[in-house]
């Protein structure tokens, strides 16, 4: 064994899941092929809101093939099943029933009325065609003004109205901070614009899928999910299945970014199907059923108020929120925009501030997280709105923003939402940032562009962003009226031959765990990077967990690893202690190996783990094993921050939007493994600049979704992004003992501001204060060529509402 | 209808609807489910292998249009246990994260390094458009197909690993034997 081993924490470590990713030998869920299993085909509502008077499935039954066609009466007689949602935002919360099929109302496009079961999957399909469904159409409800209206069909007559909640936070009723109306009364400059949230496709690659296999002594579910664990406790309590019969498996998982935290219908159809039949059964979906019932993100109309003095200081900040739940409500969804409460007041000082959000059901899909969930539209409103302020002020959106950004000596700092952010350095991020962009030389190209009115004019935008992540400490989430804990848990299990089996509560579905937990392991313990096995997503083998979502892995997971291998270290102590013959006190450990104080005399953590394993010579009532396993729950968030720097080319011709340069300063604090860590940043980023020039899910005024296939909702693909460039710098985190902060969520909550920022800016001497996103080049060429109310304005209606994007450009 | 198919260098006879498209034929006759599907418009390209050398989408060929074809699938590429100098270049540039493109991306960085050998930032993003990636952003997939394309340079790397010519990169992706 070498002296020392250099650290692996740290190391641009290549992936261990690669080797099976990169050579098809990979186990989705769709690619599971039991004995006798037969495939569920789901026949979707082609209306948004309409009452079934008959289903006839007659037809279908007698069809090749087909062994079972199951409509709700036959799955559900007495109505009760209904989604489990594990939010309750506020006590008074409406919380319509979701079923796993429709019995006599169909609330949205695409919401299931009857089930296939057949040989395959295509034949299953062909039996769909033979159901005869008897729809007698209802007014559809779309947009969220228009579902407040006073007049207004209701989506869900029973409840008496189409709010689901309204969730308030006052600084000055919580004692965070001042009055915000205080403010408005008194502040030099009080500015106050509307900016709208389009809804937005997940749209992870993978297709949803699940396989449930009846025949054994547990229920065994492999899903397609970020969420396994949630799934089994959910599933069971909402089938009524106990839940020690059911086993849940999440095999590798094609992408998730919130899409994928949820109980499906679909889910339940299979585990109810399966029992029925004593059969393995399949669903897999096709894309256009991902895109029409799996649920859709962001949509909201934001209101905000922003308060300051002339000389630039903020004094207050008020958010008023309009949230689109869709038809139902998803496992968290009413809770998406909380997330986003305590981050829009973001990295200022802001002395006083109010928070208020509407919940509202329409008849669309529903909507629930997307990577960033709740804290993307919050950065994306103070954000814009602090441009905004720069202008009307006639000050550098980056002096403005340095004015009252927290500085780094004031860490820690508890802000007016009442978070106390452990530490940052904004202004060293900037200035990074603002060097690597070359941001003088750019105002100084913009400037002559402008001069010389050049067609192709340039703009800057900025972003410098903060977010909460690592979900969650379990306190807080309780007062949040969250449903369950903020911990995750871990294990170490040390075989007789030394090598290691990690087991953790965590989920991956693309991110690397294997990698990067191999990476801590092999710190803590002293052992080869290669002699770390990274076990995960069965229910089974990693009995317990919250899984993957809300950058908490790393954060929350990650650390559980941590405090398994520091038990695992201590145990081990007490046996090499009595092995050497000497006092544990006297032994340090280092590099895999235990030493006694000042001397050479030394024993490996793998002699220890044999001598264990035999088990013939071990203290007095000390049990024969180091495994152990730790449950961590975080005492606080962690706050990664950033400086986002984008330049566009607007062509004002043909409103068409290039990014010319995008740097991204990210402190996510200490870092485990800088390949995945950029990685997350570039997808991010990908996902964040889509949400501001490419994507939105729409639907049209019957509440049919015209973006349903990747034919009409645009993705963007290599030849429509940049590269970009990407730095970091690195304060650690105070509050685990990796300095760690999570980057899952950070790309996507900074880019989509600082890219609207860039158009608004290189066209903004055309009077133009706002686009709608996405900037397409319709909207773009709409903004400069007939100003700016035919931008579309923040418009009427949310996201995928009427307000969307029609034929004649977005104007009004 | 009866098929030959000659599949990562294993002939199949095969009865198949006329109905029946390649990658429903890869997957559920054959096993080859390392090729996914991704969505049902042809768009995403997930599902991409190459037929007689060049890629398609094996969601819009029919399996009857490849009888009597050589199809390579992503399970086909390495061979007694060397990877294809792509799949390579992939893991060492982190060009993947959940992997479910991955399969489609990788065959269609050999057919379009079959092309153009020597292919910049903007030809490889023009040429991996008709296949979409959810998690990385593109930006080391880029990187890795630029960084493929040195390895396979004529002389770059050990012989076997040589593309003796653009067709020879796509009809023998292992690699030149």
């Known amino acids: 064994m070498t002296a020392t081993i250099e650290p692996e924490v740290g190391k641009a470590r290549t992936r261990k899941e690669d080797a099976r990713l990169i050579t098809g030998r990979t186990r989705w869920t769709d690619n599971i092929a039991l004995p006798g299993m037969l495939h569920i085909a789901v026949l979707r509502s082609p209306f948004a809101h309409a009452r079934i008077n008959s289903v006839d499935v007659s037809a279908a039954r007698g069809m090749p093939g087909v062994a079972a066609v199951y409509t709700a009466a036959d799955l559900d007689p007495d109505g009760t099943i209904g989604m489990p949602c594990a939010w309750p935002v506020t006590p008074d919360m409406k919380h319509p029933r979701r079923p796993v099929l429709a019995a006599d109302q169909v609330n949205f496009a695409g919401e299931g009325v009857a089930a296939v079961v057949a040989r395959s999957a295509a034949a299953a399909r062909d039996a769909l065609e033979a159901i005869d469904v008897d729809y007698e159409e209802l007014p559809v409800v779309l947009g969220l003004e228009n579902a407040l209206a006073e007049d207004a069909p209701l989506v869900h007559e029973e409840l008496g109205t189409n709010r689901n909640a309204l969730w308030v936070f006052d600084s000055a009723e919580a004692g965070t901070g001042a009055s915000v109306q205080d403010a408005i009364d008194t502040s030099e400059v009080v500015l106050k614009r509307r900016f709208r949230q389009q809804r937005l496709v997940p749209a992870f690659m993978e297709p949803r899928s699940c396989v449930v296999d009846p025949t054994g002594p547990q229920i065994v579910m492999w899903s397609a999910t970020q969420v396994p664990h949630i799934l089994k406790t959910m599933a069971a309590l909402t089938l009524g299945i106990p839940e020690h019969k059911l086993r849940v498996i999440a095999p590798d998982v094609g992408g998730g970014f919130g899409g994928k935290i949820a109980v499906h219908p679909e889910e339940g159809l299979a585990l109810l199907i399966a029992q029925k039949l004593g059969k393995p059964v399949k669903w897999t979906e096709t894309r256009s059923e991902t895109m029409l019932t799996s649920h859709h993100g962001r949509d909201q109309i934001q209101d905000i108020t922003i308060t300051a003095r002339r000389d630039g200081t903020l004094t207050g900040l008020k958010v008023e929120l309009l949230a689109d739940m869709g038809a139902y409500l998803g496992l968290v969804g009413p809770g998406i925009p909380l997330l986003g409460a305590f981050m829009f007041n973001a990295i200022y000082k802001i002395p006083a501030y109010h928070f208020a959000c509407t919940n509202v059901f329409t008849n669309t899909t529903l909507t629930d997280a997307y990577r960033g969930a709740g804290r993307p539209e919050a950065t994306f409103a103070i954000e814009r709105i602090m441009d905004e302020l720069a202008v009307e002020l006639g000050m550098d959106p980056l002096e403005l923003r340095e004015r009252n950004w927290i500085k780094h000596e004031e860490f820690p700092f508890t802000t007016v939402a009442g978070l106390t952010y452990d530490s940052g350095n904004y202004e060293a991020a900037t200035e990074r940032a603002k060097q690597l962009f070359d941001y003088d030389g750019l105002r100084r190209e913009q400037a002559e562009r402008r001069d010389r009115d050049d067609p192709v004019q340039l703009g800057i935008g900025v972003s410098t962003f903060t977010e909460m992540c690592g979900l969650a400490p379990s306190r807080v989430l309780g007062s949040l009226d969250y449903g369950a804990g903020g911990w995750e848990h871990a294990a170490i299990r040390m075989l007789p031959t030394g090598k290691v089996e990690v087991i953790t509560g965590a989920s991956a579905h693309g991110q690397g765990h294997e990698t990067a937990w191999s990476q801590i392991v092999a710190d803590q313990l002293g052992v080869p990077f290669e002699d770390v096995e990274v076990i995960h997503g069965d229910t089974q083998s990693s009995p317990k967990g919250l899984d993957t979502y809300g950058s908490r892995s790393l954060v929350v997971g990650g650390i559980a690893v941590v405090k398994a291998a520091e038990k695992v270290i201590s145990k081990a102590r007490t046996i090499a202690a009595h092995l050497m013959e000497c006092s544990p006190d006297d032994l340090e450990f280092g590099q895999g190996r235990f030493t006694v104080r000042g001397t050479d005399t030394s024993t490996t953590i793998q002699e220890v783990v044999f001598a264990t394993f035999t088990a013939h010579n071990l203290p007095d009532g000390v049990e024969p094993t180091v495994d152990s396993d730790a449950v961590y729950d975080p005492e606080n968030f962690s706050f990664p921050h950033g400086t986002h720097l984008c330049a566009a080319e607007v062509d004002t011709e043909t409103g068409r939007v290039q990014l010319r340069s995008y740097v991204c300063v990210d402190d996510v604090g200490a870092v485990v493994n800088p390949l995945i860590v950029e990685g997350q940043v570039h997808g991010g980023l990908a996902q964040g600049i889509a949400q501001a020039l490419f994507e939105e899910a729409v639907f049209n005024e019957n509440g049919t979704l015209t973006t349903g296939t990747f034919a009409d909702y645009l993705l963007p693909s290599a030849a429509d992004l940049p590269s970009f460039t990407t730095a970091r710098t690195e304060t650690p985190s105070t509050s685990n003992p990796l300095g760690v902060k999570g980057v899952g969520e950070a790309g996507t909550i900074a880019s989509t501001p600082a890219v609207v920022n860039a158009v608004v800016d290189a066209i903004r001497r055309y009077g133009i204060d706002d686009v709608e996103m996405p900037c397409s080049p319709m909207r773009v060429w709409s903004a400069v060529h007939r100003g700016r109310t035919a931008a579309g304005g923040a418009g009427a209606e949310a996201g995928g509402g009427l307000g969307s994007i029609d034929a004649s450009g977005g104007a009004q | ?177």
């Open chain 2, 1 to 177: 209808m009866r098929i030959t198919v000659t599949v990562d260098g294993t002939q199949y006879t095969d009865e198949v609807e006329p109905r029946t498209s390649l990658v429903h034929y890869l997957r559920e006759t054959l096993g080859k489910v390392g090729t996914v599907i991704g969505c049902d418009t042809s768009n995403c390209g997930a599902c991409t292998v190459h037929l007689d050398g060049h890629s398609v989408k094996s969601c819009s060929v029919l399996a009857v249009q490849a009888d009597g074809c050589e199809v390579t699938t992503i399970e086909g590429l390495a061979r007694d246990g060397r990877l294809h100098p792509v799949q390579q270049a992939f893991h060492d540039n982190h060009a993947l994260q959940c992997g479910f493109c991955t399969p489609g991306m990788i065959m269609q960085s050999i057919d379009l390094l079959a092309d153009d050998p020597d292919p910049d930032e903007k030809a490889i993003r023009e040429g991996l458009e008709g296949n979409l990636c959810r998690c990385t952003g593109y930006q080391n997939i880029v990187r890795a197909v630029r960084d493929a394309a040195d390895h396979m340079r004529p002389g770059a790397g050990p012989a076997a690993e040589r593309v003796v010519s653009g067709e020879a990169a796509g009809k023998v992706p292992a690699g030149g034997e």
